[in-house]
């Protein structure tokens, strides 16, 4: 392909992006397909010869399409968004044809530098503390991190290192292996597994913090498992703290929890914000943050909520010598902060609050759908852009409503425990998600919901019935058997 073919087939391919984005709902947002269908759809090895790009097109619709699950489908509502926009689309084919490997200053000093100046636009719109703002008398700084689990992994390594040290400067007769087995980590019983992955990558203990009746840390519980470790010889060094939790949307109390690791305890506190940070844009939104002037590190992904595409997600230190040697996992890193150039520039900071403002209020509409059927009830208080919601009854009852969701294909949607109870969450995820989206989708779910019950209600009916007559024949079954009893006893015989 030369660059006048190339000319040509990107505009197919532009046109090719648009028209699927266009009519991305006319498709089932589900795949209807078993693991495994792919193999048998393309050759067991490569071509030896070039093919044509129409052949390549065609086979991108026979063998890609039918197994995708569309996210950014408006009939989309599981998990959480998967932000996606114009603007970041375009931004990538620079950053593709740019090609450049950002692992120095001098491999490519615009990658670097944009990516510093981005992460600082990003958080003077968070109205981050200045000591995280590269670009001020602070010691702190932002770097792209692929995803909000290397962050933590990062951030939980920088803890480490800087625990050891603290230990072994105090007691320099104690070896890092001695002091590494005594490190013990905190998060929620309610923070993504990654959290608990990173401990295990660290080689750390982990535990895992009980939350309240609303899901989130409070300062007592943490600080009595603080104690108690310590008491027992370990050495509390790092808590993650959440806000916005992945199944519920909670948020850890950090206000109380962040003087607890800082001055009491000497704890290094980072904080994860993976889907809820984009929020903290909007004025009434940014009280969520507050407490963040008592965190070590704190991340959170505009790849899921901040419209760029994935992968960006943005981590800020807030002394950049303690992570000096952990900015990233990989040498080698892509130009991301071009993402954020074209959005921010594109899209304006009042056009990024609307985007949030719009889906919080298009969830505020299906919480108010839900409460309004008494057949259903809310898990958990609605913040953001979540709705944990259930039928009114078994776990069972709600595992086969979300069967049939899924198995319909017209909505996708994925569950959560809280409280040991099965719940359906609903997350407003698509960039094209309106009103009309979710007075559908709920219309679908209690058409569902009303034939579940019915099929439900008709089932117990039957039970019933079929109880009743058991009954009925135990009864006649007895009767019966005293009688016979009765005429052939001597007592009757006689007396007859």
């Not at 090719?16 to 795949?31: F, N, T």
């Not at 950090?254 to 809820?276: F, Q, R, V």
Request: hydrophobic share 40%; charged share 25%; proline share 4%.
């Amino acid at each position: 392909m030369d660059a006048a073919e190339f000319r040509r087939r990107g505009k197919e391919m532009v046109d090719y992006v648009a028209d699927y984005l266009e009519k991305i709902e006319e498709r089932p947002v589900y795949p209807d397909l078993e693991p495994g269908y792919l193999r048998d759809l393309i050759p067991t090895e490569a071509p030896c010869e070039p093919e044509s790009f129409e052949d390549l097109m065609q086979d991108v619709e026979r063998v890609i399409m039918p197994g995708i699950t569309h996210w950014h489908s408006p009939n989309f509502f599981a998990y959480f968004p998967a932000a996606s926009s114009y603007p970041a689309m375009l931004a990538d084919m620079l950053c593709g044809a740019i090609g450049c490997i950002g692992f120095s200053w001098a491999a490519s000093p615009a990658c670097t530098e944009l990516e510093t100046v981005m992460l600082d636009w990003l958080g003077k719109m968070l109205q981050l503390p200045e000591c995280f703002i590269a670009g001020t008398h602070g010691h702190g700084g932002g770097v792209i991190q692929s995803t909000a689990s290397e962050a933590t992994l990062m951030s939980l390594l920088a803890a480490r290192c800087k625990a050891v040290r603290r230990v072994q400067a105090v007691e320099s007769e104690r070896s890092e292996s001695d002091v590494l087995s005594k490190l013990v980590a905190y998060t929620s019983d309610q923070a993504h597994s990654s959290v608990e992955r990173a401990a295990l990558i660290g080689a750390v203990m982990m535990r895992k913090v009980p939350t309240d009746e609303h899901f989130a840390v409070r300062e007592e519980m943490l600080k009595k498992m603080v104690e108690e470790d310590k008491a027992a010889g370990l050495i509390p060094f790092y808590f993650c703290a959440t806000l916005g939790t992945t199944p519920s949307c909670a948020f850890d109390h950090i206000t109380k929890l962040g003087p607890l690791c800082e001055s009491t305890e000497n704890m290094w506190m980072h904080i994860d914000a993976a889907y809820a940070g984009s929020a903290f844009i909007c004025p009434e939104f940014r009280p969520l943050l507050n407490g963040i002037e008592y965190a070590d590190s704190f991340n959170f992904n505009p790849h899921k909520w901040l419209l760029i595409n994935f992968d960006c997600s943005t981590m800020w230190v807030k002394k950049r010598t303690d992570i000096i040697g952990h900015w990233q996992i990989p040498l080698g890193r892509r130009f991301r902060s071009l993402k954020m150039w074209f959005v921010f520039r594109l899209y304006g900071l009042k056009g990024l609050q609307a985007h949030i403002r719009k889906q919080v209020a298009l969830a505020k509409e299906f919480e108010s759908l839900v409460q309004a059927d008494n057949r259903f009830e809310i898990c958990a208080e609605v913040i953001l852009g979540l709705v944990c919601f259930r039928l009114k009854g078994s776990n069972e009852l709600n595992q086969n409503l979300l069967k049939r969701i899924t198995k319909s294909r017209e909505i996708h949607l994925v569950p959560c425990q809280l409280s040991g109870r099965f719940v359906l969450r609903f997350a407003i995820c698509a960039r094209t998600t309106e009103s009309r989206h979710i007075q559908r989708a709920w219309r679908h779910i209690t058409q569902l919901a009303f034939e579940l019950l019915q099929e439900q209600s008709e089932s117990n009916k039957n039970k019933k019935i079929l109880s009743l007559i058991c009954v009925k024949s135990f009864l006649i079954s007895s009767i019966w058997c005293l009688i016979t009893k009765s005429c052939f006893s001597p007592e009757f015989y006689y007396a007859s």
